[in-house]
Each structure stands twice: as C-alpha cells, then as structure tokens.
C-alpha cells in the first residue's frame, strides 16, 4: 500500500497528486521530526510564537546523516575530589605562620604528608644509630632495640647476665614512654580531621574526656606539625639533660658506673620510646627509627629490590636502604666519638641532631586542604 500526498491549488481550484512516499519513508520523516525538535534551537514561528519551529527533514538525506548533524552533547570533564580529602601540596616549603591568616594555630595545626616527614625520620634513625652504640657501651644494654633487651632480661632473670636492674628499666621506660606519647599521638590525631582545627587550651584540656564524635580519623597517622615538633623538642630536652649529667661536671652518682646509673639509661630509654612511637604513626612504616630486623627482612624479600633508584615502584625500597644505611653509619660514628671524646659529647651531638630534625619538621610543606587544592 502506498501513500498519497495531494496539494490543493487555489489559484485553479484543483488539486494536485505529490510523489508517493513509502512507509519506511514515513517514519523516517517522524524520527527526523523528533530528533529536530529535541536538539535544535527553539525560534519562534511567524504563525505561531508559542510553538517552536521544527527543521524539516531534508530530501535525499536518511536518517543516520540527520543524527551525525545533530548537535551532541558535550561531556563533563570537571575534576571530581572528594570533599575533606588532603593531598600533597605543590610547595617546597611551608609558609611562615606570620602570613597566615590563622597564625601560630594554623601553622601548628597543618598535617605534613608522609614524602616530608622521610627526610626527618633518616635524621632520627642516624641519631639512633650514633647513640645506640654508645648506651651499650657504657651500660652493656639498649635503649632503644628492645628486642635485645628482651633477650637480655630473660638471660639475667636465670643469673647469666649480672645487669637485671639495667635491662628491666631500660625494657619498662621504653615501654611506659610508648604508652605515654602513642595514646597522645591518638589524641592529636583524632582532632586532626575537621580541615586543621587550631591547638587551643580547651582541646588540651579535653585529654581528660576526648572527643569521641569522630573516632575514626581519616588521615593515615599522626602528622601535625605541632605534635611533630612538641615530640621532637622533648627528645631533644632530654638528650641535652643527659649530656649534662654525663660530662665532666656532673654528678658522678648518675654517670656510668655509679650507683644511680640507671637514672641516665631510663632517660635515654623514655626518649626512644617517644622517637619510636612518633614515626610508627607517620605512616612510613619503613622507618620505624630503631628496630631493623624487620627493616632488613622486607628489603631481602621486597619484589622489586632490584629495580632502578627512581622506579616509581622502588620507594618502599629505598626508605629501607636509607634507614638501614643510616643506622649502620649513625652507629660507626658513635663508637668512634665515643672512644675519642666520651660519652657525653655522644649524647650532645644526638641532641644536635634532634634540633635538626625539628628546623627540617618547620619548613617541612603540608598536605594542601580542598580549599587550597
């Protein structure tokens, strides 16, 4: 069956048979009207303003010509990040807490990323190493390898090794310490997700009852630079009192082989502890700053030790290589400040080097918030 179109002449009166169309034909024409009036711009009609016009569909075109002329719509390429996420920033250094806006607070309230803190945790375990070698000199026990000490104590509960009480207070200040500066570290992590909220008295204050609104915290470690810094500076406090009472003008009760001795390795031991507990929760689980067995067993049996320096796979590696690297010259270098110079210019120098890490943790750049980003 065919369709006819007719056309009424007014002039003649008559009218007129148009070319027989096919259904096919038909329906290709209702599309085309569709397609049209979908995506081509709305004009008003000279007889009817209301009603858009629609194009007609074109003779001798077909279907898919009219849909490679239509106007496609155009994808969203925006970035999408999700809202309250930090990312490492751009920046080298961080900015000076006199150009902030918040100040003091703000600038001790920025996260640092885990790429910034790596430098700092080398310089730790190098000062590990370089008194390490010292406290076992002089004491015939660690202060910061508690493993050893472990080992040591069980050896001396059964009388073969004659320094019990050594062992058992550098093995419980240790561990007190960790306690102390990792349920802190909880702490300032825990109010470290609300976009870097200030240090104030009344977040102090609320050590007594913490904030249990938010308990996951969403950031992977303790990074503030206030709490980095604080950690760092009490490391330092303490290396510098022990120096003090190991060099010639302190008090030889509490100097190697008095009878108080044990006041300076729990010293030295309280200060591992907080070092330890600091970079287990920096999130580079590479750099514990003190134990290396199992730094050493991840480098023999990581999958891509044998990969170039700057394979973008190799970091794990190479955060092992340098700490183990660090630990082992930290630890040459103490032994021979120790046979040259004493004890006590050891520990002043493992003071020094702590004042180091805290002007690296100063400048060190932070994670840029979604404002920032």
């Known amino acids: ?48 303003p209301d009603i858009p016009s629609r194009t007609p569909f074109p003779r001798g075109s077909s279907l898919d010509d009219t849909r490679s002329h239509a106007p496609q719509p155009q994808a969203c390429t925006l970035p999408i ?50 008194l390490e070698a010292t406290t076992y000199a002089d004491f015939s026990t660690f202060a910061s390898n508690q493993t050893g000490n472990a080992i040591l104590l069980t050896v001396s509960i059964v009388g073969a090794h004659p320094l019990l009480l050594l062992t058992g207070v550098s093995l419980g200040s240790f561990l007190g310490s960790a306690f102390v500066f990792g349920h802190l570290g909880h702490f300032m992590g825990e109010h470290s997700h609300s976009q870097n909220p200030p240090i104030t008295v009344s977040s102090l204050l609320s050590l007594i009852a913490p904030n249990r609104l938010h308990p996951a915290d969403p ?42 001795e044990w006041l300076t390795l729990s010293l030295f ?10 970079a287990r929760q920096s999130a580079c689980q590479e750099m514990p700053t003190a ?32 700490y183990i690297g ?5 630890g040459v270098l103490g032994a021979v400040v120790h046979r040259f110079a004493g004890s006590w210019v050891v520990v002043l120098v493992t003071g020094s080097m702590k004042m180091a890490v805290i002007g690296a ?8 918030s979604p404002q920032e980003a």
Not at 97 to 114: I, Q
Not at 292 to 297: A, D, F
Not at 326 to 330: K, T
């Open 1 to 48: 069956m065919s369709l006819h179109a007719t056309r009424h002449d007014s002039s003649s009166g008559s009218a007129s048979t148009l070319p027989a169309l096919s259904p096919h034909s038909a329906d290709r024409t209702r599309v085309s009207d569709l397609e049209c009036s979908t995506h081509a711009p709305h004009q008003p009609n000279a007889t009817s």
């Open 81 to 130: 990040k999700p809202s309250g996420c930090a990312t490492p920033t751009s920046r080298r250094f961080a900015s000076p807490p006199w150009k902030k806006r918040e100040g003091w607070a703000g600038y001790l309230a920025e996260n640092v990323p885990t790429v910034n803190i790596v430098p700092t945790l080398v310089l730790q375990a190098f000062s590990a190493g370089i």
């Open 219 to 260: 950031l992977p470690g303790v990074r503030r630079r206030g709490w980095l810094i604080l950690t760092t500076f009490i490391q330092a406090l303490i290396m510098f009192i022990c120096a003090i009472l190991l060099s010639p003008h302190g008090s030889p009760i509490v100097s190697t082989g008095g009878a108080d």
């Open 269 to 278: 031991a309280i200060m591992s502890g907080s070092q330890v507990a600091m």
């Open 291 to 322: 134990p290396m067995t199992s730094s050493c067993v991840d480098l023999m049996a990581d999958k891509y030790i044998f990969l170039p320096w700057n394979h973008p796979k190799a970091e794990p590696r190479n955060r092992r290589v340098m």
């Open 326 to 330: 660090a630990m082992i010259v930290g």
């Open 361 to 368: 943790l100063a400048i060190a750049a932070p994670e840029e």
